[in-house]
């Protein structure tokens, strides 16, 4: 029997950037070993070393979970659609808190000015001058101001939701110009924060705008998230996801949820009263380092103009109480092959925060949770350089091979002159043609920032070839050695 196996960006430099695949198998179990047999580097994103499937991806046969059919057993019909559907991380870099400004009480009455700006809403029987008071007495928080928060927020305010609250820490660089649409080019190097105040305020001065200067942690979140109405997730990292995802679930708040990575969103709400959370979805997060940041893998633009707008209508139908949100659906963006798809969602009743025996009752050290925590003085890590040393090496023409593990594409944008290019993605296959250790030449790995040329240093030692780590890739390079080569 034939069937489809939809494959998301993130696996896709393991089958050759295909998008679909075409396998054979009478059972869910017997498609996927027909598809890691065609493409073999995949298995190990799949599967864990004890044979199962791991828990950050969900592999769904049409729009049906797995786990609530037959699992592995699930048995399929000619032409059914398998989708594998792995946690993404991406969005704004970083989580970020502060001071807070102090919320006023505000009267929910609309002046002549907010009738005259809110006359498309009021003319629709769905929102009318009722809905229009909800939004102005409503709150959602932004958890980042980058390519989510922007349009999520520019919406919020335009709509007229009466506080908006947004955490953020960083401040604007040329590269998010390209999707973060709250800052323009006289914003770099200006906090976000402010940046975002600005340009909210210029948009609908009738609105609280309310900026925390901080990274969110689990010793801040709850005190930030309680009061808001809605909490809107923009975060490009698990240990935020995880941590925003929880203190939504105890505090009772939904959390809009949005993520992106390459061409590929997300969208859901979660921690709804009966609604499932993330952690229903994704019980645990991937490896450090397996699934790449946006920063590592790329985000068109335009994406987070998507998702984010998405996130920001379902805030403000949650608000307004009204139509159906995706509580209990996880909405899949294609933007590449423009296409939406929708799975269902179901609140598991085992989840560690929302299931009906939870274990999780308080928030956790999430960087520890998601395996991030700087290792300690003296553990294994990966054997690393420096370009300083690295450059020195090339000067005194010392026995070196310089890997790189990037993609093609990258490499033509910048590259260290004598470097070989493998990518990370073949390097299973390919390692035998690196130098034999009798050679003599020491393997240096670089990538673009140092995080898959350390995924590279440990696959080559599983291979028994030693091979140092570039700290810092070819960005440091660039930074340090030869700063007449692009950064991007
Ligand atoms: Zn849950």
């Known amino acids: 029997m034939a069937h489809r196996v939809l494959i998301p960006t993130p696996l896709r430099p393991y089958t050759g950037q295909k998008d679909a695949v075409e396998v054979d198998g009478g059972t869910v179990g017997e498609a996927l070993a027909s598809l890691t047999t065609n493409y073999k580097d995949l298995r190990k994103h799949l599967y864990a070393d004890d044979g199962k499937l791991r828990h950050f991806v969900n592999i769904y046969v049409n729009d049906d979970d797995i786990r609530y059919l037959e699992r592995d057993a699930t048995k399929l019909k000619d032409g059914d659609v398998i989708s594998i559907v792995p946690s993404v991380a991406g969005g704004a870099p970083g989580p970020a ?4 400004q102090s919320a006023e009480s505000k009267g929910t009455e609309l002046n002549k000015a907010e009738f005259e700006r809110y006359s498309r809403h009021l003319i629709l029987p769905e929102v009318a001058l009722e809905g229009q008071k909800k939004l102005k007495a409503g709150s959602v928080l932004c958890i980042g101001a980058g390519g989510l928060g922007s349009p999520a927020a520019l919406y919020l305010a335009a709509a007229g939701v009466g506080r908006i609250g947004i955490v953020d820490f960083d401040a604007v660089d040329a590269s998010n110009l390209q999707r973060q649409i709250l800052h323009s080019t006289p914003d770099v190097g200006r906090p976000k924060l402010q940046s975002a105040k600005d340009r909210l305020e210029a948009l609908n001065p009738e609105i609280k705008i309310e900026t925390f200067e901080a990274r969110l942690t689990s010793a801040n979140a709850l005190e930030l998230f309680r ?3 809605v909490i809107l997730d923009g975060t490009d990292n698990f240990a935020t996801r995880y941590l925003v995802n929880d203190a939504c679930v105890l505090l009772g708040i939904p959390n809009a949820y949005g993520s992106i990575f390459r061409f590929e ?5 979660f921690a709804t009263k009966d609604g499932p959370c993330y952690r229903c979805l994704y019980p645990e997060p991937p490896p450090p380092g397996l699934v790449p940041s946006c920063a590592e893998g790329g985000v068109l633009g335009v994406l987070p103009g ?9 805030s403000i139908k949650l608000i307004l109480g009204a139509g159906s949100t995706l509580v209990g659906r996880l909405l899949l963006y294609d933007a590449w092959g423009m296409r939406f798809r929708e799975l269902k969602l179901r609140r598991d009743p085992a989840c560690p925060v929302c299931g009906d025996h939870p274990t999780i009752k308080q928030l956790i050290d ?3 949770f998601c395996g991030v925590k700087p290792a300690p003085a003296g553990s294994a890590t990966v054997p690393e350089t420096t370009v300083e040393e690295l ?3 090339i000067d005194a023409k010392a026995p070196i091979f310089i890997l790189d593990v990037r993609e093609p594409h990258e490499y033509q944008v910048a590259r260290i002159a004598g470097s070989t290019l493998i990518p990370l993605g073949q390097l299973d296959s ?5 130098p034999p250790a009798s050679a003599g030449r020491e393997i240096i790995v670089h990538c673009k920032s140092g995080v898959r040329s350390a995924k590279a240093v440990n696959l080559l030692k599983e291979h028994g070839i030693e091979a140092k780590n570039l700290k810092g890739g070819i960005l440091a390079w660039i930074d340090k050695i030869d700063p007449s080569q692009p950064k991007y």
Not at 97 to 100: D, H, M, N, T, V
Not at 306 to 314: L, N, R, S
Not at 430 to 434: C, S
């Open 97 to 100: 808190l502060g001071e807070a």
């Open 265 to 269: 969103g997300q969208a859901s709400v």
């Open 227 to 229: 009061g808001y109405d």
């Open 391 to 393: 450059k020195a090496r």
């Open 306 to 314: 998507v998702i984010g707008t998405i996130q920001a209508t379902e």
């Open 430 to 434: 390919r390692y035998g043609e690196l």
């Open 366 to 368: 999430y960087e520890e």
